[in-house]
């Protein structure tokens, strides 16, 4: 269960990340790093526009030679085999970054863990209905535990013990 919620924050907040870009300083920014983080997170190279419109301000300065390498580096840890399973497990996207020596082994992956994916889903969606049944539980006990002490209440009239 907590592989199976670390994993959906994580997909959340990548997700979260695909909305938009993040705000940069064009001149200050450690392009290496950004894509690194980019090509970790399974995006295209092609996000680089994104990047380049927002730098493309007179005397704004991008690196994208830096970028490029950074991103090739994250794409490695991305197309990692057991990413592709973990992916899959989540029902994540799949994201076509893969060169061609990672590719088999990360789809092979992927397309294993998408095969549970129905399963970890369905076990997620139970566990979220136990948990709201468990506090249903808990604020219905709370309820009778109030209504057993007014009950033994001294002056309470045979009425209103009946309703209760």
């Avoid at 970054?97 to 889903?121: H, K, N, T």
């Avoid at 468990?134 to 535990?145: D, P, R």
Wanted: net charge negative.
């Amino acid at each position: 269960m907590n592989k199976l919620i670390l994993i959906s924050l994580l997909l959340f907040a990548s997700l979260a990340g695909c909305a938009g870009l993040r705000q940069i300083d064009c001149d200050t920014a450690d392009w290496a790093v950004i894509g690194y983080e980019d090509g970790e997170n399974g995006k295209l190279v092609s996000d680089i526009e994104g990047y380049q419109e927002t730098c493309s301000e007179p005397g704004a300065l991008m690196d994208i030679n830096a970028y490029n390498e950074g991103h090739e580096e994250g794409v490695r840890v991305y197309c990692r085999p057991e990413n592709g399973l973990e992916l899959g497990q989540s029902g994540a996207e799949y994201s076509p970054v893969c060169p061609a020596d990672l590719s088999f082994a990360f789809e092979q992956q992927y397309i294993e863990g998408s095969r549970y994916y129905p399963f970890y889903r369905n076990i997620g969606e139970r566990e979220m209905t136990i948990a709201g049944n468990l506090a249903t539980i808990g604020s219905l006990q709370g309820s009778i535990a109030g209504a057993s002490v007014r009950m033994d209440s001294p002056g309470i009239t045979h009425s209103e013990r009946n309703q209760l």
